[in-house]
Each structure stands twice: as structure tokens, then as C-alpha cells.
């Protein structure tokens, strides 16, 4: 195994794309960030330098981190964020993951700039369980914000009322060729016929789940999480923010004389209407036809083909592709799916209401503040990181170890909603012994509109082993689970009006946050943390903290 070392200088870089300039928080002067490569097994060292004038964290999206949670990232989570003029070094070995993976500032809403992928590539020698692919590379989908994305959630904040949406969808930063003025801020992908490339996809927008296509070209998904799946074909995939997948593109035999668009566009049970085409272009380009023989003479004016995506609330095509998603469970990748349970839990995930300071003043729904819960626990970050309370015995005034393990009150989760809609602050954790299997269903719920919230857990993957609409039936459902192959990640749609049954194994000693990936709901508080205590073996305890670790 190797030592993977990268610096990441956290600065204010400006960028102008759609006609306009401003000043964002870049890594190292990138948009989108750098790559990180490793080999699974490679020790990962960043060194993070905070030169702007806000707290950072880098959060290493979807990376085990076993033993390492000080590594982790989220802020007030595992630590204090890294102050400006600060630095922190990162360190984590990558264990038994092999695919794609992101990282991202984890504070407020930075991350609507800070991310870049984290490739990994199996251990060396070691070959895809596929064909090796001619070429590789990066497909980040992403929102730019004309905005300050800083200002705007803290308005929202202010007024209890939802934040302004963004100005565009991009890939690899940029927004294409249907936005105003940014034909030539457009993501090419330049191929050659008759070969398989790989994209290694990433949804880093702040707060929309997409459907991805490209024109003619059916893609095969191999991976997802850095998880390998059995291959299935598709023209269109989606993705949450947070889910990463790698696909496999096949070119045409031959040089086609016409251009493909790739599309990506948002899936959103809120909204209604058919496709909009205030929707991210990129193209697939084939390379230089007049210099191949069997090329047709080279036409500027080459026809364009366009993908058909799905319709902006088409929620049936979303659960039909989640249902194809399974664990590749050979010898060689088996899916150690926990077969029994020791620990079972039951989660609404919604949306609420806070009441306003001074009644019916506030911009949420009837004068409300707008509030975000999991059992009705909307969760409030405390001012010193969680991991830090708990490994110096000091959590008393930090949090609570009692978060709830079923709704306090039980409603009709997909029917009318209560009348009253108000959620509860609180920070409180779950409790789990080392080596617990822990199940969770999580539920959707219909206050507010029924939503689609795709749920991300640090620290672990987790196994989807069941998925359905209306409510959870705990008498009839947990029969129809796949225990056998189902699909193993870190981040999954809580389908809208419906619910998803997960597994994990609580092997990772540490204090692991879980929230909904849209960053406007974990603003408003559908976040909770899970606490792992240590196991009695040596290498069962979290290691203690690096000497560098921020304080509060
Ligand atoms: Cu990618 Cu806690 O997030």
C-alpha cells in the first residue's frame, strides 16, 4: 500500500460563468476541486490550509474511515471546524472500497463549491470485475448560484421561509450550452469510436436529485458508493446528491457524423411539469473524424441529438431503477448482508414547522418557520464537536444519549398530516454497542408535500433491503426483504409517501452523523448522529485524536 499525500490550499478564487463574476472558495484555484487517487488500501494524508474567511471542513464523502473518525469532517460532528489562518491534516486508509467516492466542505453551504471526486482503484494487480475500460474519467454534476450560496441560506434562515434555487445545473462545473451565455463554459467528452469508457459520476448539487442521459450512448452501471453491482443497462440513471456511480459507455462502431448531448435535469416530487431545458448540456464529441480514413468528411454542422429524460416528478422511473440496483455477491465480493438484528429502528424523515417569533410573520408555510425532523427530533448542531464530548467523557450540556427509536406519536405518515406540524430542537444520539447489526426503516412522511429525501449515513455502508410506498407495514413487509443481494451504499432516496428498510453492522467505533443530502433540509434539521462505543479488542476502539485536531 502507498502514501497518498495532496495539500489543499482553501482560497478565494473568482469565476465568472453565466455572464457574471464572483468570488468563490476553491481548492487550490479549482472548480471543481482536485482529484484524490488511491489505490484500496493506500493510506489518504490532506493537508488542509484555510486561507478564506470562513470555517472549513473537508468531509471525505462515503470513505469508511474505520478507527478514524477524527477524520471524518462534519463540523461540530467529529470536529471543530478548521479556523481561517488554520490547517488540519487528514488522514484515513481506504479499506475494502473500490469505485468512486467525493469529497466536500461540510459547513453551511459550502460545499456548493468545495467538492472534487475521490477516485479509487482496486488494489493494484487486482483487475474491474469487468472489462478494463480504454479510458476514465470524472462526470461531477453540480448547481451554480449567481448568489453568495452563504448569503442565501442565512436569509432563508432569517426569514423562516425557503432559499432562492440556483441559477443553473452544471457538469464538471460548467453549465452548457442551453443556459444564456455559456456555450463555451461547456463539458466535452471527446471519444473515439469502438471503445468503453468509464464516467465515474457524482451528484454534488446542494439540493436537487438528477436524471442523467446521453443521446444514443445506453450506459452500463458497474458501481455505486464505491460499491461494485451486478451490470444492468439503462439510458437514463439517476442520482442524489451525494450517490456517486460509475457507468460504462460504449462508442459507436464507427464515426456516427452527428453530435450527442449529455443531459442532466432535476427529479423533484415537489414540482410538477414536463422537462425544462434550463437543464445542463455537456456534449460527446467524437475526436477528430477528418484524421481517420473511415471518417465521414469532417461537418461543422453536425446533426445534435438530444436524450429524453424523464419527466421532472416521475417517481415510478426513480423506484424501477433503485429495484435494479443490487450487490454484485460473488465469491470474490460477497455481500455480508447481517441476516439477523440486534438493534431495529423506525425513523420518519419530513419536513415541519417551528412557530415564528411573532406569530404568522414568518415566510414558511402559514407564517411558520420552516423545520426539518427525524422522529420529530429536529437536530441543532452543538457549539464543540460531538466526537470530542464523547471521547473526553464530556458530554454532559452537549448532547443527549436518548434520541428516539420510533416516532413519539404515531401518525398516518402518508395520509392527511397531523394539524399540528411543529418539530422539537434537540441534539440527541443514538447509542450503539460495538458489532451491533442495527435495521432502520425510515419512513417518509406527508407533511409538507411528500418528498423524496436521499438519507446519507457516515462511517458505514449499509445494506437497502427493502423499499416500498405508503406506510411501512412491519407485519408484512420485512417478509419481501433481499438478503441476499441487495444493493450496499451510503446514501439512499427515502422514496416520496414511502419508505426504505436498511442494514448495517455497527463496526466503527466513533460518532457518525446521518442526514438528508439536500443541504436545505439539513439546514433545517433532518440530521441525527449515531454513537458507536468501543469494542473490548484493541482494534476495536477509536484511535485517539491527531495533535492538530481543531478546537472550538
Ligand atoms: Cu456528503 Cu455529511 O455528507
New binding site residues.
Partial sequence: AAIREYQFDVQMTNVTRLCSSKSIVTVNGQFPGPTVFAHEGDLVVVRVVNHVPYNMSI?W??IRQLRSGWAD??AYITQCPIQSGQSYVYKFTITGQRGTL?W?A?ISWL?ATVYGPIVILPKPGVPYPFPAPHKEVPVILGEWWKADTEAVISQALQTGGGPNVSDAFTINGLPGPLYNCSAKDTFKLKVQPGKTYMLRIINAALNDELFFSIAGHPLTVVDVDAVYVKPFTVDTITIT??QTTNVLLTTKPSYPGATYYMLAAPYSTAASGTFDNTTVAGILEYEEPWSSPSAPAFNKNLPVFKPVLPQINDTSFVSNYTAKLRSLASAQYPANVPQTVDKSFFFTVGLGTHPCAVNGTCQGPNGSRFAASINNVSFVLPTTALLQAHFTGKSRGVYAPNFPVAPLVPFNYTGTPPNNTNVMNGTKLVVLPYGATVELVMQGTSILGAESHPL?L?GFNFFVVGQGFGNFDPAKDPAKYNLVDPVERN?IGVPAAGWVAIRFRADNPGVW?M?C?LEVH?SWGLKMAWLVLDGDKPNEKLLPPPSDLPKC
Fill in positions: 468531509h464523502h462515503g469532517g462534519p467525493w466536500h461540510h460545499r446528491p451525494g446519507h457516515h446514501t452523523f442526514h443530502h439539513v
